[in-house]
Nanobody, 115 residues
Framework: QVQLVESGGGLVQAGGSLRLSCAASGPIYIFSNMGWYRQGPGKQRELVATISSGGSTNYADSVKGRFAISRDNAKKVYLQMNSLKPEDTAVYYC??????????WGRGTQVTVSS
């Protein structure tokens, strides 16, 4: 059974930093692509960043230069978030699968940025 478990969310002031982690369990071949998506209040879920098994990354324009996605093995992915803004407030979801977006989702972790 595939499971994605996020951690690291919380409350931070504008300009601060947070690091999200996602631990995955299940067959390794499933995690070709991993990434982070977010859904803010009253908004649709949107891509934040993705990373392939080969290390290729992709970022939303709104987070380029501030966020960095990384993975240290086939089943753990991180999102380093710097210079956070109030508009980054959202529930952040870990995603994994053979495609982008992948089939599997975590339950989400809340990030709140106060002004």
């Amino acid at each position: 059974q595939v499971q994605l478990v996020e951690s690291g969310g919380g409350l931070v002031q504008a300009g601060g930093s947070l690091r999200l982690s996602c631990a995955a369990s299940g067959p390794i071949y499933i995690f070709s692509n991993m990434g982070w998506y977010r859904q803010g209040p009253g908004k649709q879920r949107e891509l934040v960043a993705t990373i392939s098994s080969g290390g290729s990354t992709n970022y939303a324009d709104s987070v380029k230069g501030r966020f960095a996605i990384s993975r240290d093995n086939a089943k753990k992915v991180y999102l380093q978030m710097n210079s956070l803004k109030p508009e980054d407030t959202a529930v952040y979801y870990c995603n994994a699968g053979l495609n982008v977006p992948g089939k599997y989702w975590g339950r989400g972790t809340q990030v709140t940025v106060s002004s």
